[in-house]
């Protein structure tokens, strides 16, 4: 089944405390990227990769980091936490679809993130 | 720059009236358009697509929505609404892979 998975779907955690919210797809899509989700502010991207090795920040980077070392794998860090990081996050991935002209976006399940 | 506008965020019908949730979109190139439903904690899923086919599109749950150049719109609707249809929904627009979404319009729908 094509899919998104990431973990942990949810996590509590306290100001300062690094931590990394994993995310891997299985449709060998080139194109992966994370947003947040905000109550009144829909969903923004924090952060795109085009393909392996390749990161690029979208509009919410600041106090981010991400990798991508695997083209399956793109891992969200958060150096060091802080309460306005609390959030919802989704992570996507991207491909073309058969006898489509655009590319099929893919979401995960969410990681709710709480930062005391 | 492509943009999303969602007017209103919340809205509330009676069950079994009509749902209709309004999206303005701006693009310089022809847009592709999509409305997502999110319920109650629960992740994204997409309920129709606008890639540039018919203008009329149909999606899951009994929703469509109309692609109007003119009006920049791409409104959703419900000729009857459920109470199972209560949730958030969001509009966006396709920035090449990056999807550009509105602020969201949250549902509800009252007995």
């Known amino acids: 089944e094509a899919q998104v998975t990431q973990n942990p779907r949810y996590l509590i955690t306290v100001t300062g405390k690094k931590l990394t919210v994993t995310c891997s797809q299985n449709?060998?899509?080139?194109?992966m990227s994370w947003y947040r989700q905000d109550p009144g502010l829909g969903l923004r991207q924090i952060y795109y990769?085009?393909?392996?090795?390749?990161?690029d920040k979208g509009d919410v980077p600041e106090g981010y980091k991400v990798s991508r070392k695997e083209k399956r794998n793109f891992p969200l860090i958060l150096e060091s936490p802080s309460p306005n990081q609390t959030s919802l996050y989704f992570c996507?991935?991207?491909?073309?679809?058969?006898?489509?002209?655009?590319?099929?976006?893919?979401f995960g399940p969410g990681t709710r993130l709480t930062v005391l | 720059a492509q943009s999303v506008t969602q007017l209103g965020s919340h809205v509330s019908v009676s069950e079994g009236a009509l749902v209709l949730l309004r999206c303005n979109y701006s693009s310089s190139v022809p847009p592709y358009l999509f409305w997502y439903v999110q319920y109650p904690n629960q992740g994204l899923q997409l309920l129709l697509k606008?890639?540039?086919?018919?203008?009329l599109v149909k999606g899951i749950n009994g929703f469509e929505a109309e692609f109007k150049k003119s009006e920049t719109s791409f409104h959703l609707t419900k000729p009857s609404a459920h109470m199972s249809d209560a949730a958030e929904y969001f509009c966006?627009?396709?920035?090449?892979?990056?999807?550009?979404f509105g602020t969201g319009t949250r549902l509800q729908v009252f007995p």
């Open positions: 996507a991935s991207s491909g073309p679809l058969a006898g489509s002209s655009y590319n099929e976006q893919f």
């Open positions: 990769s085009m393909n392996v090795e390749v990161t």
């Open positions: 966006a627009v396709s920035d090449t892979d990056k999807l550009i």
């Open positions: 449709m060998n899509h080139e194109y």
């Open positions: 606008y890639t540039s086919a018919a203008t």
